[in-house]
Nanobody, 121 residues
Framework: QVQLVESGGGLVQAGGSLRLSCAASGRTFRNYGMGWFRQAPGKEREFVAAINYSGGFTNYAESVKGRFVISRDNAKNTVYLQMNSLKPEDTAVYYC??????????????WGQGTQVTVSS
């Protein structure tokens, strides 16, 4: 069982920045692929970013590419999402996800509880 706890959400003005954190349980976190997803009101959950076990490979949704950066600290069992140049359309609940079966994120097997990000215009 993997437990994920997100933090760092909040209210920010357009153009601002936030950094989300996701703390994971499990002694083998360093082997997990990790991802971030988001869900806006009335919309389906969508992929935002993913990172492989070592942090050497990342990929992003087109809508956030160049503005968001995913990273991880395996010593702290934590994955981050640095969000810059935020837009009102980035407003959503952001979820952390873990794929303990693959070093490269393939499928979300575990989810965090989510953290709200609200971007005002």
């Amino acid at each position: 069982q993997v437990q994920l706890v997100e933090s760092g959400g909040g209210l920010v003005q357009a153009g601002g920045s936030l950094r989300l954190s996701c703390a994971a349980s499990g002694r083998t976190f360093r082997n997990y692929g990790m991802g971030w997803f988001r869900q806006a009101p009335g919309k389906e959950r969508e992929f935002v970013a993913a990172i492989n076990y070592s942090g050497g490979f990342t990929n992003y949704a087109e809508s956030v590419k160049g503005r968001f950066v995913i990273s991880r600290d395996n010593a702290k069992n934590t994955v981050y999402l640095q969000m810059n140049s935020l837009k009102p359309e980035d407003t959503a609940v952001y979820y952390c996800a873990a794929d303990p079966n693959n070093g490269y994120f393939v499928e979300a097997y575990y989810w965090g509880q989510g953290t709200q990000v609200t971007v005002s215009s």
